[in-house]
């Protein structure tokens, strides 16, 4: 039982970590370079994906403390490590952004104006998309927005 329990917080410890890293990257090199003003604990937290977490959490804790090749779970760890740290490429960055966050060719509409371009990112209370006429990122409150 004890093992169990190591193994689920060593999990829980190092997808914490790659998640951590993940996101920073995302935020650094695609929010921040599209002026998009949100907190990393906001893009953080709404983007979790609570099934992927959990199985790597518990992959990664039983590889951490049950298996026999410690020399391979290291090998294994480094490679997870290194892919993730590649976000912190600006380009990687900004292409990991966009294949999580953007949604391309919508059109949203308020009480006056029809906005139609790419949704750069979609929050809580606000959408920011690149207007094709504008051309230029405009923030849009959600609760001025008609549901379509």
């Not at 996101?23 to 002026?35: C, E, K, P, S, V």
């Not at 997870?80 to 060719?105: D, H, R, S």
């Amino acid at each position: 039982m004890i093992k169990a329990v190591q193994a689920f917080l060593a999990g829980i410890f190092f997808t914490f970590i790659l998640d951590f890293f993940f996101f920073l990257g995302i935020h650094l090199h695609y929010i921040n370079r599209h002026g998009i003003d949100i907190y990393y604990n906001i893009l953080f937290a709404d983007h979790q994906s609570l099934p992927l977490y959990l199985a790597m959490t518990l992959l990664l804790g039983y590889l951490t403390i049950y298996t026999v090749h410690p020399k391979r779970v290291a090998l294994i760890l480094a490679g997870l490590f290194g892919t993730v740290l590649l976000v912190l490429i600006p380009p990687v960055g900004n292409a990991a952004g966009e294949a999580l966050l953007m949604e391309k060719g919508r059109t949203l509409y308020d009480a006056r104006y029809r906005y139609h371009g790419d949704v750069y990112y979609d929050g809580r209370d606000a959408v920011w998309i690149y207007d094709d006429e504008l051309k230029n990122i405009i923030k849009l409150m959600k609760k001025d927005l008609k549901q379509q």
